[in-house]
Each structure stands twice: as structure tokens, then as C-alpha cells.
């Protein structure tokens, strides 16, 4: 999905469980409301990530590595996947990126600033999950 389309999906299913959670009158099911809030600040997490990888240009070992991270995002993480392995590799990156020397170049200091947002906002994104899951299975 491209990111407008997931925005107008979550909207639409915030939407649905207001509504929804307005018309209960005893029940209280809140799974969906703090699902679709998670799905939201993911959704604004992805949009930071999309504009480092639209400003960000050349090549970083560390990027290669957040590719990385991010096909074994994709292929890995669902609802009950814990994201302890990806938020463990995602930590090292920053690690490293932050023990480097800085770049002599104004256009290396902007990757490198603009891959370590990126790796910021990767990490939120996999906790955001986690908090979530934790959440989920506390209720169960």
C-alpha cells in the first residue's frame, strides 16, 4: 500500500471503532481503539522514514544494514511476532552510527543525520508494536 492509502485505512477504521465504541453501552473494547492509535503512529513514523529515504542519498554501511532490517521487518513482524531481534539490530545501527567519526562533507553530515532519524524511527516503530503486543497478550 502506499502510504495515502494506508493513512485513508486507518482513518476509516478509527472512525469505525468510535463509532462502534459509542453505541456500546456496558462493554468496554478498547483492543481497537489502541490498535488503530498504534497504526497511526506508525503511519507517522513510516511518513519520517519515507522523507529520509527521499533526502538521503549515497551509500553508508549502515544504510545497507537498515535494508536489511527492514526486509526482515516486512517477512517477520505480525501481530503476535515479537520485534526483540529487529529493535536488538536496529540499536547496534544507531550504535555505530553514532561512534563514527563525522563526515568531512556537508552532504555526508546530511546522511548521516538522515539515516540515524531513519534508524530512530524504525526503533519507535518496532517498540510501538512491542508496547502494543504487551498490551494485548496482558489482556488476554
Known amino acids: 500500500l ?5 493513512k485513508e485505512a486507518i482513518d476509516h477504521g478509527r472512525r469505525w471503532t468510535f463509532q ?7 462493554a468496554e473494547n478498547d483492543y481497537y481503539r489502541a490498535y488503530f492509535e498504534m497504526r497511526n503512529h506508525q503511519y ?4 519520517t522514514m519515507q522523507t529520509c529515504l527521499d533526502e538521503g542519498n549515497g551509500q553508508l554501511e ?6 536489511d532490517i527492514i526486509a526482515a521487518t516486512a517477512k517477520l513482524l505480525g501481530e503476535e511476532t515479537p520485534s526483540a531481534t529487529l529493535m ?3 540499536k547496534k ?32 516503530l518496532l517498540n510501538t508494536k512491542r508496547q502494543f503486543a504487551l498490551v494485548v497478550n496482558a489482556q488476554k
Open 2 to 6: 502506499q502510504l495515502a492509502q494506508a
Open 20 to 26: 462502534h465504541y459509542d453505541n456500546q453501552i456496558l
Open 44 to 47: 507517522e513514523l513510516l511518513r
Open 62 to 67: 549502515e544504510r545497507e544494514a537498515l535494508h
Open 88 to 90: 536488538t539490530a536496529v
Open 93 to 124: 545501527i544507531k550504535r555505530n552510527l553514532l561512534q563514527n567519526p563525522l563526515a568531512s562533507s556537508n552532504d555526508g553530515l546530511v546522511m548521516r543525520n538522515e539515516t540515524l532519524l531513519f534508524a530512530r524511527s524504525l526503533g519507535e
